[in-house]
């Protein structure tokens, strides 16, 4: 790996960063203390400040993988502050996943940073720089289940191990996504160093619809019953049962009627 030097400005974390962690630190303790006159909201703000957390480690994973595979200019373009406004598509990276998230329920994977493919030299280094992000959410996702498979949930409030398996479920589901090798995911860059330039040449004008691509398709019923059939068996691989994802989908969207199912006291 090449060895970098990096002004202090180009690596301090963004006071907007710690600003969302805070929102996400404030809320879960809200969601585990039942402080919250209305749980749901407890759970919202939780939910989606710790998803925007996971998207921002995300990109800088990206990041960093790439300056230490040699693109020197990625710390003078604000990547290594975890400040998302710095994004390329700030849209697609934190806006429309959010939009998902509310509206669906799935971890919808964005990408953000400018990489200097030119800079890197290696396969193996361009498909680690395309890992490192959908790799995140992997360890995020291990993060939020092991008071699950741990077996470790004596005394942590309902309304709170609910909010974590649903934060699990948009972690598995955006590493999948992510890990899918459709043009323009990560799971793509993973193999792209591998083609032939001419199978690179004839695939790159799809790359900016692949996400719009799998996204149609899963609008397909049956593929979205075989999708989140195979989400929930990973989750329950991980101690999470679906219905425990559902109640805090539910609990996330406390605008709806469907919360009354779930059950939140001890």
């Known amino acids: 790996m090449a060895t970098v030097t990096l002004r202090r400005s180009d690596r301090r974390i963004s006071p907007v960063f710690l600003g969302i962690v805070a929102v996400a630190a404030v809320a879960g303790w809200a969601t585990w203390s039942g402080f919250a006159e209305q749980p749901g909201f407890a759970v919202f703000l939780f939910v989606t400040a710790a998803w925007i957390v996971s998207l921002c480690l995300h990109e800088y994973a990206h990041a960093r993988t790439a ?3 040699g693109d020197i200019s990625i710390g003078a ?5 975890l400040n998302p406004l710095k994004y390329t598509h700030a849209l697609l990276s934190i806006v429309l996943p959010v939009l998902f ?15 200097e493919r ?7 280094r361009h498909s680690l720089i395309s890992a490192a992000g959908p ?6 996702a291990l993060v939020c289940t092991a008071p699950f498979w741990l077996d470790a949930l004596d005394g942590v409030p309902v309304t709170f191990r609910y909010a974590l398996a649903f934060l699990a479920l948009l972690q598995v589901t955006a590493a999948i996504l992510n ?20 199978i690179r040449r004839q695939v790159e004008p799809f790359a900016p619809f692949g996400l719009l691509a799998v996204f149609a398709v899963l609008w397909i019923p049956e593929v979205n019953v075989v999708f989140f059939d195979a989400v929930h068996a990973l989750l329950r691989g ?24 779930c059950s939140v006291s001890p």
Request: hydrophobic share 40%; glycine share 16%.
């Open 67 to 69: 300056l230490h595979s």
């Open 77 to 81: 373009k604000g990547y290594l502050t």
């Open 101 to 115: 998230v509310m509206m669906g329920g799935i971890g919808l994977p964005g990408g953000a940073v400018f990489i």
């Open 118 to 124: 030119g800079r890197i030299q290696g396969r193996w």
């Open 135 to 140: 790799l995140t959410n992997v360890l995020f």
């Open 179 to 198: 890990f899918l090798p459709v043009p323009g995911l990560d799971g793509y860059g993973v193999i792209e160093p591998w083609l032939s330039h001419r």
């Open 238 to 261: 991980l101690g999470i049962d679906e219905l425990q994802s559902y109640c805090g989908q539910s609990l996330y969207r406390f605008w709806t009627d469907t919360s009354a199912v």
